[in-house]
């Protein structure tokens, strides 16, 4: 059992995007529409920013400026970080914390989004693991062996573990060692 997965398993595809020449008002009806916080501004199918609520407050509503009159990519932030499908879910959560965002929107090899992951996301797949785990202690524990749940000692990954040589290694690396 692997414990990362890559983010194309659990990002959004049906991302809300506006192109750059649009107006403030109508991101904001987009966002509302998708019911989320975030639109990503595109040219073409190419993404070439982010524009968040927290923006649009700070750079349009507390400046008393016309939202009809703002063009997106005046509030936008760019350059945008982007991420590939293959990015594994663990990578995407580093990339988040050290850069201080909560949104990624997901590129393929020609520059083209094909999603988002958010915080959100990280986060209930994060839960999912944990509750999956635990059914998976309480199942174990009418079994003889001891199973132990931890970081590999070889990759890194988050596993079930056997102890072999004195290492505690995933059943990846097992077959591999």
Known sequence: MTADIP?????????????????????????????VGTVVVVKGEIPVGIVTERDIIAKVVSRNKVPAEVKVEEVMTAPLITIKPETSAREAGRIMLKKGIRRLPVVNNEGKLVGIVTDTDLLSYSIDLGEYIKFLREDYTEMSEEVVFGKCEKCGKFAELRNVDGMNICEDCYETY
Do not use: D, H, Q, S
């Open 7 to 35: 983010v194309k398993e659990i990002m959004t595809r049906e991302v809300c995007t506006v192109p750059k020449e649009e107006n403030i008002l109508n991101a904001a009806r987009r966002m509302l529409e998708f019911g």
